[in-house]
């Protein structure tokens, strides 16, 4: 397998190499929620979630790492149905920031993004909800059954889930809610036979990577603490609850192995190990 995928440092984004193929790499993001906070006055939202704020993130993270390609694995605006008049001039315009740069992007269709795709530029390539297979890695964004192409790769990439631990609260983080990684490793079969085409033994993907939300204000579940609420508890139960799940924070902190489903329960008000700590 050519593909290498490593989390940026101390970013919200993951870093998509085709060494095979010498060109530059993308990064991969998700749950942007353009909109999240906004007024019809003021439909960009706070400052610190805007869409200017967020596509020079973007944008920075482009230069830092010379990629060429953004890859958004769902939830590009806030509004779940439809995109509300003033609001669409800000889609289109986060949009446009980072086309003008160079920089171009792909969408996977998350289920806040009924209504996009008309207030997107000409240039945005967009994908259905189910997913797009590209090499050895998938992407959906989590809300649904992915395409049998993303399950025949050996890695999946969704957004959707909002990753996060809750620890002691601090001045900076009152409610002590941190983003976080999911990588989950799984066993053959471990999807069941709905992972496989018909008439195939081919065992399905290995792995699957949940990104943290891109955009700061976004909401957190604390997964140490609690099971998803009901919108995103499908990913939790059909793929997190059948492999070994492992969270990790934005600067590579292992903070331990997640309680799934089929797995044993944290007491409540515990964590989980922290290895290395």
């Keep these: 397998m050519s593909d290498d995928l490593r989390p940026v440092p101390d970013a919200p984004a993951l870093l998509w190499r085709d060494v095979g193929r010498r060109r530059p790499p993308a990064l991969v993001v998700a749950d942007l929620h353009l909109g999240l906070g906004g007024t019809p006055d003021a439909p960009d939202g706070p400052p610190e979630a805007s869409a200017a704020g967020l596509a020079a993130s973007l944008l920075g993270l482009a230069a830092e790492h010379r990629a060429d390609r953004v890859v958004i694995a769902g939830d590009v605006k806030h ?31 998350g289920n806040h993004d009924v209504g996009l795709v008309p207030h997107l530029p000409r240039e945005v390539r ?32 969704v ?3 909002h990753p996060g631990f809750r620890f002691a609260p601090t001045p900076d983080e009152p409610d002590g809610k941190r983003r976080c990684w999911i990588r989950v490793r799984l066993g053959p079969g471990a999807l069941g036979p709905r992972a496989g085409a018909r008439g195939s033994r081919r065992v399905g993907p ?39 799940a ?10 331990g192995a997640l309680a799934t489903p089929t797995g044993p329960a944290y007491p409540p008000g515990s964590l989980p190990a922290r290895p290395g700590r």
């Design 206 to 244: 290995r792995e699957m990577i949940v990104l943290p939300a891109f955009n700061p204000l976004a909401g957190v579940e604390s997964l140490n603490r609690e099971r998803p609420r009901r919108g995103r508890s499908f990913l939790f139960r059909r793929f997190l609850g059948r492999g070994d």
């Design 79 to 109: 509004p779940i149905v439809g995109t509300p008049p003033a609001l669409r001039p800000v889609v289109f315009g986060f949009f446009a920031s980072l086309l003008a740069h160079g920089v171009a992007v792909d969408v996977v269709l």
């Design 246 to 255: 492992r969270a990790y924070l934005l600067d590579g902190t292992d903070v």
């Design 159 to 161: 957004g959707h889930l």
């Design 126 to 157: 967009v994908y259905p909800a189910h997913g797009v297979a590209r090499g050895g890695v998938g992407i959906f964004h989590g809300h649904c059954w992915p395409a049998p192409a993303v399950l025949r790769t050996s890695t999946i990439v």
